[in-house]
């Protein structure tokens, strides 16, 4: 593989993963957050997906985030009989965002855009020393 398709290979894999991070990041912060008022549905947990496409410029195939899905899992329940969304039971549906999860997920994609950013530093370092190999 010559070394630019594999610089562009590691961008599109940096550029997939910072937007997996954005998303997992989005779902941390909306972790707690109830809804407004009775019958109204609270944040539901979002889910990257990925998908490659061929670069006809490049010759190779590039990863890209896809489309952003919402988890079809249940919400969690919590009783708080003094919110306003409170059913008549008192439970108050709450995000189907796990923390632990999220973060697992976190680290899984910055062990991910650093492995993308460590080619791109090697390929950097092969074509400088390509360079001062030929003006020698």
Known sequence: MDL??????????LRSQSGRMRVIAENIANADSGPERAGAEPYRRKVPTFQHRLDRTLDA???????????QRAFRTKFDPAHPAA??????NMPNVDT????????????SY????????STRRMLQRTIEILRA
């Open 4 to 13: 630019m398709k594999s610089i562009a290979v590691a961008a599109s894999g």
């Open 100 to 111: 632990l999860i999220e973060q697992v997920d976190m680290r899984e994609a910055q062990r």
């Open 61 to 71: 195939e590039v990863v890209q985030l896809g489309r952003v899905e919402r988890d």
């Open 87 to 92: 059913d008549a039971a008192g439970n108050v």
């Open 114 to 121: 650093e492995a993308n950013l460590n080619v791109i530093s």
